[in-house]
Nanobody, 128 residues
Framework: QLQLVESGGGLVQPGGSLRLSCAASGFTLDNYAIGWFRQAPGKEREGVSC????????YYADSAKGRFTISRDNAKNTVYLQMNSLKREDTAVYYC?????????????????????WGQGTQVTVSS
């Protein structure tokens, strides 16, 4: 059974940091493009960051640039999202998603419909 499991969410004060993990089971993440998305209450799901299947390309939404870093550890079959300088508006449920596509080997996109497998999400709350 192919599964993605997010972890690392929690409550953090503004300006703090969290590292989210996305671990795969039932398949290896090699050559899969991975995206991180988030959804706040009452809002649509939005893309945060992605990494291409070959790991050559990463992309960040404007809201994440300069603060978030996506990385991949194929040996651990895990993708990470390091989030620094967190703001209250970063509060949301964060999801990782994966897709294996030759079109996304050297690029990645933040369109949710392009991704095939999704995790259950992890809550991030930024509050003092």
């Amino acid at each position: 059974q192919l599964q993605l499991v997010e972890s690392g969410g929690g409550l953090v004060q503004p300006g703090g940091s969290l590292r989210l993990s996305c671990a795969a089971s039932g398949f290896t993440l090699d050559n899969y493009a991975i995206g991180w998305f988030r959804q706040a209450p009452g809002k649509e799901r939005e893309g945060v960051s992605c990494i291409s299947g070959s790991t050559t390309t990463t992309y960040y939404a404007d809201s994440a640039k300069g603060r978030f870093t996506i990385s991949r550890d194929n040996a651990k079959n895990t993708v990470y999202l390091q989030m620094n300088s967190l703001k209250r508006e970063d509060t949301a449920v964060y999801y990782c998603a994966a897709v294996q596509s030759p079109l996304l080997l050297n690029i990645c996109v933040l369109y949710p419909k392009e991704y095939e497998y999704w995790g259950q999400g992890t809550q991030v709350t930024v509050s003092s």
